[in-house]
């Protein structure tokens, strides 16, 4: 019995360790931002519809951990969240920036039910802060994805290209990293709406 209490005794204690404990603190961070801006179509110009699949992510960098990369190696940022997974941010980013700076294309979200001229396949294939230069540097952060405009309903291949966005860091520090991402993601996004003004926006006349 008494080599009994003192088990209890000893899981109780444990258990209150585990219960005042408190976790390493952990900075909320996001990109992408809002943009509340329309831009106002070209005149005479027939805005083309375009739905937007969902995009692919990367499994590592998908949900809201900052992935580092030095050589084969991959981590985490430690101390450091999105406030949302990457993929929805990124999604909400390309929202956004065909809202403020499209002039020739409605993109129609996954939850809208406009039929559709074309669908915007995006697969990202890095969203990453790379360490090329040894972890005590500054990394760059690295988004690229590969593009792919289908018609609708054939599905076939219109266009394709590949996006690449290399954003060095000013610091090797997380609110510099974040920047980082940010400005890369803002980047790219602006990149991939010139190109589907200029495929999507041909088809429409």
């Known amino acids: ?5 003192a088990v209890l005794l000893g899981a109780v204690a444990l258990a209150g360790c585990a219960l005042l404990s408190t976790p390493d603190p952990v900075q909320l961070y996001r990109f992408g931002g ?3 801006a329309t831009p106002a179509a070209a005149p005479g110009t027939a ?7 969902r995009i692919q992510f ?3 960098a998908a949900d809201d951990r900052l992935l580092a ?3 084969a190696e991959a981590a985490y940022i430690a101390g ?14 390309l929202v956004n920036a ?22 915007l396949d995006l697969d990202v294939r890095a969203f990453e802060a790379r360490y090329d230069r040894g ?9 690229s994805a590969r593009a792919r405009m289908l018609r609708f309903p054939e599905r076939t291949v219109m266009a394709e290209r590949l996006f690449t966005v290399d954003q060095p860091a000013a610091d090797n520090r997380v609110s510099a990293i974040v920047a980082a991402f940010d400005a890369a993601t803002a980047e790219l996004n602006g990149q991939l709406v010139a190109w589907t003004d200029s495929v999507a926006g041909g088809e429409a006349g």
């Open 135 to 143: 972890q005590d540097a500054a990394p760059t952060v690295r988004v």
């Open 34 to 36: 809002d943009s509340g």
């Open 98 to 119: 065909f809202s403020a700076d499209s002039r020739r294309v409605r993109l129609i979200g996954r939850q809208e039910l406009t039929p559709a001229d074309m669908i």
């Open 69 to 71: 990369v030095t050589g």
């Open 1 to 5: 019995m008494i080599r009994t209490a």
């Open 47 to 53: 805005l083309a519809s375009v739905s937007l699949r």
């Open 80 to 93: 450091a969240r999105w406030v949302s997974p990457a993929e929805d941010l990124f999604t909400d980013a």
């Open 58 to 60: 990367p499994d590592a």
